[in-house]
Antibody, heavy 118, light 107 residues
Framework: EVQLVESGGGLVQPGGSLRLSCAASGFTFSSYEMNWVRQAPGKGLEWVSYISSSGSTIYYADSVKGRFTISRDNAKNSLYLQMNNLRADDTAVYYC???????????WGQGTLVTVSS | SSELTQDPAVSVALGQRVRITCQGDSLRSYYASWYQQKPGQAPVVVIYGKNNRPSGIPDRFSGSSSGNTASLTITGAQAEDEADYYCNSRDRSGNRVFGGGTKLTVL
């Protein structure tokens, strides 16, 4: 069974940092592209970042470029999102999502809440 | 960056057909995927590619595309279909993008 489990969310002050993790199981992690997607309270889905299966190709949404860093460790079946210089508008539930080949985001984690507030 | 536009809200009578649309320039080059999200839950993909349903998704869900518009059609809407629906695609730069979402009410 495919499972994606996010962790690392919490309350952080503006300007602070947080590192999210996503533990993957039930599939060959190193074969799949992965993404982070967030959802602010009461708002829609917002794509945050993409990483290729090998980690060699990375994309970011303009809203996080220069502040967030996506990475992965295929040996540990884990995806990460390092978030620096956090702002109030980064407050959201952050989901990791597997991207199946031509299948869209076919599996999602349960999400982890990040709250940026003083 | 590209954008995908959806109607904020749509309603449908129980058992009737409803179409939810998604517009954007990137849809001329890339297929959309569609996601259903119920309150407090993670999104679930219901349609991907040209018109593909993942295992477990009822066949009342279907997808189509023409020009810069992708559509999700529910034929014979059920009460359990009441949810938020999002389209998603990518642009030539590789960036992924979501539409703003459509809240579907089943009357």
């Amino acid at each position: 069974e495919v499972q994606l489990v996010e962790s690392g969310g919490g309350l952080v002050q503006p300007g602070g940092s947080l590192r999210l993790s996503c533990a993957a199981s039930g599939f060959t992690f190193s074969s799949y592209e992965m993404n982070w997607v967030r959802q602010a309270p009461g708002k829609g889905l917002e794509w945050v970042s993409y990483i290729s299966s090998s980690g060699s190709t990375i994309y970011y949404a303009d809203s996080v470029k220069g502040r967030f860093t996506i990475s992965r460790d295929n040996a540990k079946n884990s995806l990460y999102l390092q978030m620096n210089n956090l702002r109030a508008d980064d407050t959201a539930v952050y989901y990791c999502a597997r991207e199946g080949l031509g299948m869209g985001f076919d599996y999602w984690g349960q999400g982890t809440l990040v709250t940026v507030s003083s | 960056s590209s954008e995908l536009t959806q109607d904020p809200a749509v309603s449908v009578a129980l058992g009737q057909r409803v179409r939810i649309t998604c517009q954007g320039d990137s849809l001329r080059s890339y297929y959309a995927s569609w996601y259903q999200q119920k309150p407090g839950q993670a999104p679930v993909v219901v349609i991907y590619g040209k018109n593909n349903r993942p295992s477990g998704i009822p066949d009342r869900f279907s997808g189509s595309s023409s020009g810069n518009t992708a559509s999700l059609t529910i034929t014979g809407a059920q009460a359990e279909d009441e949810a938020d629906y999002y389209c998603n695609s990518r642009d030539r730069s590789g960036n992924r993008v979501f539409g703003g979402g459509t809240k579907l009410t089943v009357l």
